[in-house]
């Protein structure tokens, strides 16, 4: 069966490839893994049918005949795991692993904490106190990540399923809007963009998104 994956009917990002959906297509990409897309729309998301699918009602999801799976990096390390973008070593496939925690566990909370500061919590009193405060703990991260990526073009060794989720982590607005200030992370994104596979998923999330608009 032909992988099949729910992504938004409509994408609030207008196509840049910021849903989360973006790593599973760039991962299939990668590995030349023809798959179907399920659009849905953000009230079909909450049904039960879907819920079936993903218990908290959110995009992604990718089904075959014998597997259905929610959470975007558990469906990469899946596809990582099945057609070869993790190490062969043990030692290096662990890192890797480890690295897309990290871009999920570690740098994402500070970039979407920052974001919902301003998003949602724009009118309340106690954020312009508070958003100095977010954007030195993100400072930090990215510090710590170029630190790490200075010298390297990938974090471990070859491109790999961990570079996918950490490059998809800091193309959130939060952290792209940073990049001036990090040269090391700027080049390592814009490496991780000029990848075919990157631009083939890219383009068909704006396809979609100018489809559904127009």
């Known amino acids: 069966m032909t992988p099949i994956v729910s992504v938004f009917a409509a ?40 819920k079936t699918r993903q218990p908290f009602g959110q995009i992604p999801t990718y089904e075959t005949d014998s597997l259905t799976l929610f959470e975007s990096g558990a469906i990469v390390l899946h596809i990582a795991e099945t057609h070869g973008l993790l190490p ?5 496939r662990a890192r890797t692993i480890a690295w897309m925690f990290s871009a999920a ?43 790490w990526l200075l010298g390297r073009d990938w974090l471990e060794g070859d491109f790999s399923a961990g570079d996918i989720m950490m490059v998809c982590v800091l193309r959130r607005p939060a952290a792209a809007l940073l990049m001036g200030d990090y040269p090391v992370l700027a080049a390592y994104v814009a490496r991780a963009e000029a990848r075919p596979a ?6 068909d999330q704006l396809a979609r998104f100018e489809a559904s608009s127009g």
């Open 11 to 50: 994408s609030p990002d207008r196509g840049r490839g910021l849903a989360r959906d973006m790593a599973v297509r760039w991962a299939l990409a990668e590995v030349g893994q023809p798959h179907a897309l399920r659009p849905l729309s953000f009230a079909e998301l909450k049904t039960q049918e879907h």
């Open 198 to 203: 990157f631009r083939t998923a890219h383009a």
């Open 88 to 92: 062969t070593d043990p030692a290096g």
């Open 105 to 147: 566990s570690t740098l994402e909370p500070v970039i979407v904490e920052r974001e919902v500061a301003v998003l949602l919590e724009g009118d309340k009193q106690w954020t312009a106190e508070r958003l100095p405060l977010l954007e030195a703990r993100l400072r930090q991260r990215l510090d710590d990540l170029a630190a």
